[in-house]
Each structure stands twice: as C-alpha cells, then as structure tokens.
C-alpha cells in the first residue's frame, strides 16, 4: 500500500486513536483508587476545618488523620433518625444515593426551601468525642445559591443549639459577592450563635446588612452578604431546612433523648 494513500492515512490514525484511548482508560482506571482517597481526605480536611479542629488548611495527610481520629461517622436514615447499621460508613456517598431512585427522596416543592429536589434516604453525621464525651455533633448540609449548589459542615454544640462552627467546601458562587461564604471573617461570626430555638426549631437569621449588637435577637443573626441575598438566602434555607423535621431533626431528636448518645 502506498505510504501516501488514503486508506493507509485512516488506518495509522485508526490504529492511534485506539491506543491512545487503551491508555488513557488504563491511566483512568488506575488513579481511580488515589483520587477516591484524596477525596476522602480533603472531605476529612474541610470537615475538620470547619469544626475548628484543624487549624492549617495545608495539613499534610497524616495531621489530618490525626486530628480526624476523634471524630466517629454513622450513617443513619433520615425520616426515622435512626443508626442504619446496614450501610458502610467508609463507602456510603450520600451526593451519588441523591440521584438513584432506590435511595433518594423526591421532595415536595412546598418542602423544598433549599432548593434541592431530591435528597438521600440516609446521610453521614460525625460525632466528635473528646475526654470520654461528645464536644461536637457535624452534620453535612447543602443548598441552592445563585449560581450553584453549596455543600457544607455545620458543628454544633453537644446540645445541639449552638454553633461550633460553620463552612463550605464546595460550591459556584460569584468571588467577591456570594463567594465570600469563603470568608474567615463571615464563618468566624457563626460561632457561638444560636441556630435552635428553645422548641428546637432552626431560629438562625441572615440578616440584610450587619446584625445588630442590641438587637434582643443578635445572637442568632448572621451578617448578609453584600451584593450577594439570594446566596444569603440559600444559606440560611439550607440549614432550615437540614436541621428541620424532613432534614436531621429526627436524628438531632434522638441524640438529645438519648443524652448525647
């Protein structure tokens, strides 16, 4: 066949276009393992960052770990509140369970304040324990802002009415305006605040502009963000809506019945 020809040109390209993709899919393949476990890893660091039990965001892996060996993670279900011993903790992905219709939950739009339309029939929360007690109790929480859905960890008190500490790991948000849920200075406000009432319903309000120190109801107002009220929102409609009856309100229910489990 003549090095020229056209048939000769299809069939190199052919031949390349075939182990290019063998390669490729065998690099894919391989890294697969690594990738899960730098994932893991940098939930393991977010979550621990936005505890206020890690205080460098570079940590290498083996702080990590070390910090995260206080930390116990169940799975439990959702409408019942209950431990789902059935499920691997290590393996469970709540965010994959959302889009399979064996393990999801279609929420009604009238319930549906953060936004979110499907959610999983179980969730990880974390059980920080410190001196032979519980310090922390971190639940995973996600909503709609403008432009993205924002995935984070809010800490609370062994009580469950305070909070320890609050950040997001992963969304979409405009830098500058909704992205300044990033901010050290806005997270840093959220400790200490009052996100449950005495009924146990979600009392946390982002308020437009600056809270106000003499207001009766400062310490359960959190600053807007400037130029950014629909992420403001969708911040505080996601956690009204997690620590609400058809988010982690059965669970949190249980835990406090149970003394702090």
Same mark, same amino acid.
């Given at each position: ?26 690099? *894919? ?29 570079? *940590? ?33 992905? *709540? ?161 406090? *019945?149970?003394?702090?489990?």
């Amino acid at each position: 066949m003549n090095n020229d020809s056209v048939g000769k040109t299809i069939t190199v390209a052919a031949i390349l276009c075939i182990v290019c993709s063998i390669l490729v899919s065998g690099a *894919a393949v391989s890294l697969r393992p690594k990738q899960q476990l730098n994932k893991q890893l940098d939930i393991k660091k977010n979550l621990l960052l936005a505890a206020g039990l890690l205080k460098n965001a570079k *940590a290498s892996k083996n702080e990590i770990e070390e910090a995260f060996s206080v930390v116990e993670t169940k799975v439990i279900d959702l409408e019942t509140g209950e431990e789902a011993t059935d499920i691997d903790a290590k393996t469970f992905d *709540a965010v994959k369970a959302a889009k399979d219709p064996k393990k999801n939950v279609r929420i009604e739009a009238s319930k549906d304040i953060a936004g979110i339309k499907m959610r999983a029939k179980h969730s990880k929360v974390y059980l920080v324990k410190e001196g032979g007690s519980i310090s922390q109790v971190i639940l995973p929480v996600h909503g709609k802002g403008l432009w993205s859905t924002m995935y984070g960890f809010l800490a609370l008190s062994p009580d469950t009415k305070m909070v320890k500490g609050f950040g997001f790991y992963q969304h979409g948000e405009t830098p500058g305006l909704g992205g300044e849920v990033d901010n050290p200075n806005w997270k840093k406000q959220w400790i200490g605040k009052r996100i449950l009432g005495d009924d146990f319903k979600p009392v946390i309000d982002i308020v437009k502009g600056a809270a106000n120190p003499s207001s009766k109801t400062f310490n359960q107002e959190i600053d807007g963000l400037s130029g950014a009220t629909i992420t403001s929102n969708g911040v505080e409609y996601a956690l009204h809506y997690w620590l609400g009856q058809d988010g982690f309100g059965p669970f949190l229910a249980k835990f406090r *019945a149970a003394g702090g489990m």
